[in-house]
């Protein structure tokens, strides 16, 4: 079992930056494919990005291409998300999600164990 704890979200202007943190516990962390996925009012969850177990190969949904990175320390248990030149369209609770694979999965019923969730809320 993984426990994940997501932490980072918040309210802030367009154009603004945030750095989401996802806090693991559990198994061995760095066997881990990561993944953040955000979910909307109204909307389904759709992927954002995901990072391999090493942090050598990432990949990101085209809406966020850009403007936001994800990256890994495995010696801390930790995924992050920065999000730079965020827009309103942005605004979402934003998921971390885990699988034990070296195939990075982009689609969410690929992923077993998932956090809580933070909300982000970007204001025009």
């Known amino acids: 079992q993984v426990q994940l704890v997501e932490s980072g979200g918040g309210l802030v202007q367009a154009g603004g930056s945030l750095r989401l943190s996802c806090a693991a516990s559990?198994?061995?962390?760095?066997?881990?494919?990561m993944g953040w996925f955000r979910q909307a009012p109204g909307k389904e969850r759709e992927f954002v990005a995901a990072i391999s177990w090493s942090g050598s190969s990432t990949y990101y949904a085209d809406s966020v291409k850009g403007r936001f990175t994800i990256s890994r320390r495995n010696a801390k248990n930790t995924v992050y998300l920065q999000m730079n030149s965020l827009k309103p369209e942005d605004t979402a609770v934003y998921y971390c999600?885990?699988?034990?694979?070296?195939?990075?999965?982009?689609?969410?019923?690929?992923?077993?164990?998932w956090g809580q969730g933070t909300q982000v809320t970007v204001s025009s």
């Open positions: 999600a885990a699988q034990d694979t070296i195939v990075v999965p982009t689609l969410s019923h690929r992923y077993d164990y």
């Open positions: 559990g198994r061995t962390f760095s066997s881990y494919a």
